[in-house]
């Protein structure tokens, strides 16, 4: 992840537990694949310490709120193994411009 995503996502104007999976999300994204990262709602869980409910509640979230999209992934026989998150670099910007630290 760059520096400067890291300091975008600390600025976003969101819940605590909406902020830690956008800091998880952001850590996996970069600027090369155009912030897109992709991971399992488990494996945001366990490095997060938290439930996948409640990942998948700050996920919804994030996107209702316009922090990310969501695309699902899928193999060979209707297999869907994750989702494509991207980052919304642009709301993290104005976050920044509105809530200056």
């Not at 991971?39 to 945001?44: K, V």
């Amino acid at each position: 992840m760059s520096y400067k995503l890291n300091e975008l996502c600390e600025t976003a104007n969101v819940k605590q537990s909406e902020k830690t999976v956008l800091s998880k999300l952001c850590d996996r994204a970069n600027e090369k694949n155009k912030y897109k990262c992709w991971t399992s709602i488990g494996l945001l869980a366990r490095s997060i310490g938290r439930s996948p409910r409640t990942v998948q509640r700050a996920i919804k979230s994030l996107e209702l709120k316009g922090y990310i999209s969501i695309e699902k992934r899928y193999w060979a026989a209707g297999v869907y193994p994750s989702n494509e998150y991207t980052i919304i670099v642009e709301k993290l910007e104005t976050d920044l411009e509105q809530y200056p630290f």
